[in-house]
């Protein structure tokens, strides 16, 4: 599924179980308590989850993992390698999710973010994700506070 948008030479498709690794490895890069291989090819095969890579040429540069149960999905994990951040790469990540959960019946997106991380909350507002509450101190090391997030009627969005 190649898409145009405003980074040139950047592919959003879905990950194919070769990928586990380099996804492993972003993840490791990225997040404190990393998914490992058995997780993330879980999700790569799983019935709900997908898993969503940008790719430049053939490096791996960014991905996207996300449930869709039922009309509810939730976004689990988003990194970009932090030389390609500030790029669009992210919110390609986030359309392509939306576009996916939408022609699935989906309604309503959740997720949850670190209190800390402005630049993704950001990038949520940006996106039209609200805040609808929090979780006190849901995350570990440090400890702080989780906020989640919803996108609501996403049948109705278009890029």
């Known amino acids: 599924m190649a898409d145009g948008g ?19 490895a972003l993840g490791e890069k990225i997040f404190r308590n990393s998914w490992n291989e058995q997780m993330v090819n879980t999700s790569i095969y799983g019935s709900y989850d997908k898993v969503l890579v940008a790719m430049m040429g053939d490096e791996l540069v960014g991905y996207l993992i996300y449930t869709a149960p039922c009309e509810d999905c939730e976004l689990l994990r988003i990194a970009v390698e932090n030389s390609h951040r500030k790029c669009g790469i992210g919110k390609r990540l986030i359309q392509e999710m939306i576009k996916q959960c939408a022609k699935k019946a989906g309604e309503n997106i959740f997720l949850e973010v670190r209190e800390s991380n402005e630049t993704a909350i950001g990038l949520y507002e940006k996106m039209g994700f609200q805040e609808i509450s929090r979780r006190k101190d849901y995350y570990r090391e440090p400890k702080e506070d989780a906020v989640i997030m919803k996108l609501e009627n996403i049948v109705g969005i278009n890029f």
């Open 6 to 24: 405003a980074v040139p030479g950047i592919m959003i498709r879905e990950a194919e179980e070769e990928q586990a690794l380099d996804i492993v």
